[in-house]
T-cell receptor, first 113, second 115 residues
């Protein structure tokens, strides 16, 4: 099965603290890319961070970084120095060159002031 | 780059009626995706186009659903004989082959309510 599993339906973090969102995936594709997207309430989905599966180095974008464990098919997102604007639903996803696309069911992140 | 647009943003229809949604992708993007998203769930893949060709269609998509992208630019998604279970947000996304990672750019969605 080609799936994405986000085991944490809800997470909460104190402002300025660090939080990690978990994601595991399963795919038989050899050429794929992994993503974290953010969907704020009533707003459209935007990209947070991407990881090419053929790269061992973990991607980083400012306060956002990933821990990519290819053998374990694990792709977690770490948000450092959490801000109120980080509150949203976060989706883990993989896409392939051939056009296949699968999303997880999301993790709702609450940021407490 | 004006982003992905979708029309209408909201649609309320009675069960049994047909509805059609439109998506305009980013102009240089040759791949276009349709997803369905219900409350608290992730986007569920429906279908995708590369240029005007529909290359994949979800097995979850019943015969009441059809999508077109006649000139490789905008796309339409039609639902015939709507049912209450069709109530959802319908998302469109686009991307371009040749991008380094195939990230998708999403539109704001069309929220369908079937009464």
């Amino acid at each position: 099965a080609q799936t994405v599993t986000q085991s944490q339906p809800e997470m909460s973090v104190q402002e300025a603290e660090t939080v990690t969102l978990s994601c595991t995936y399963d795919t038989s594709e050899s050429d794929y890319y992994l993503f974290w997207y953010k969907q704020p309430p009533s707003r459209q989905m935007i990209l947070v961070i991407r990881q090419e599966a053929y790269k061992q180095q973990n991607a980083t974008e400012n306060r956002f970084s990933v821990n990519f464990q290819k053998a374990a098919k694990s792709f977690s997102l770490k948000i450092s120095d959490s801000q109120l604007g980080d509150a949203a639903m976060y989706f883990c996803a993989w896409h392939t060159n051939a056009g296949k696309s699968t999303f997880g069911d999301g993790t709702t992140l609450t940021v407490k002031p | 780059d004006t982003g992905v647009s979708q029309d209408p943003r909201h649609k309320i229809t009675k069960r049994g009626q047909n509805v059609t949604f439109r998506c305009d992708p980013i102009s240089e993007h040759n791949r276009l995706y349709w997803y369905r998203q219900t409350l608290g769930q992730g986007p569920e893949f429906l279908t995708y186009f590369q240029n005007e060709a529909q290359l994949e269609k979800s097995r979850l998509l019943s015969d009441r659903f059809s999508a077109e992208r006649p000139k490789g630019s905008f796309s339409t998604l039609e639902i015939q004989r709507t049912e209450q279970g069709d109530s959802a947000m319908y998302l469109c996304a686009s991307t371009r082959t040749g991008l380094s990672s195939y990230e998708q750019y999403f539109g704001p969605g069309t929220r369908l309510t079937v009464t």
